[in-house]
């Protein structure tokens, strides 16, 4: 039973450049959120999503969007990176939106923006 | 002030001991209140949920709730070396799968 898969693990980008993150979800979930984990802190809810559609986003601007596949998979784009935007970001998957106690995270990809 | 607050620490702890982890928060309307553990270079892991206050028991963990203080705290009985890692408090305080986290507090576990 595959967990959670991100891709890829690894990224290094320029300022400036846009990137796109790629999410597969846990066999038989149907909702992704998206984390931004800086270094030292905890994650930072960016958006979920669930049937096709952003249902929740945090305080992230819109330079941060997403898409949900029929399939279930998730992909976040992030446009005009910062250097601020180097990070760990992580995919976390569900059934149902409210199924926080179920929250399964992916190992991560992690953005290098120079 | 921050949403949810831990103290960064580190905290060591001797193997065999227990490590006691604690956690405010500052939303009154929370519900649901999670403890992921976090290793080096890896993604966070759920280890316990509360819901209700109280104690809640899942062998050598033991999470506590007081919601009237805003308080939740993760005890860890016969602390291994396996446990040095960094403890992350969760709090759901918008309905769906929108947790806020704390910065997490690094545990070390001392042979």
């Known amino acids: 039973d595959a967990g959670v898969t991100q891709s890829p693990t690894h990224l290094i980008k320029t300022r400036g450049q846009q990137v796109t993150l790629r999410c597969s979800p846990k066999s038989g979930h149907d909702t992704v959120s998206w984390y931004q984990q800086a270094l030292g802190q905890g994650p930072q809810f960016i958006f979920q999503y669930y049937e096709e559609e952003e249902r929740q986003r945090g305080n992230f601007p819109d330079r941060f969007s997403g898409h949900q596949f029929p399939n279930y998979s998730s992909e976040l784009n992030v446009n005009a990176l910062l250097l601020g935007d180097s990070a760990l970001y992580l995919c976390?998957?569900?059934?149902?939106?409210?199924?926080?106690?179920?929250?399964?995270f992916g190992s991560g990809t992690q953005l290098s923006v120079l | 002030q921050k949403e949810v607050e831990q103290n960064s620490g580190p905290l060591s702890v001797p193997e065999g001991a227990i490590a006691s982890l604690n956690c405010t928060y500052s939303?009154?309307?929370?519900?649901?209140f999670f403890w992921y553990r976090q290793y080096s270079g890896k993604s966070p892991e759920l280890i316990m949920f509360?819901?209700?206050?109280g104690d809640k028991e899942d062998g050598r963990f033991t999470a506590q709730l007081n919601k009237a203080s805003q308080y939740v705290s993760l005890l860890i009985r016969d602390s291994q070396p396996s446990d040095s890692a960094t403890y992350l408090c969760a709090v759901n305080t918008g309905g769906g799968n929108k947790l806020t986290f704390g910065t997490g507090t690094q545990l070390k576990v001392e042979l």
């Open positions: 939303d009154r309307g929370s519900q649901s």
């Open positions: 976390a998957s569900s059934l149902g939106v409210g199924g926080s106690e179920k929250l399964f």
């Open positions: 509360i819901y209700s206050n």
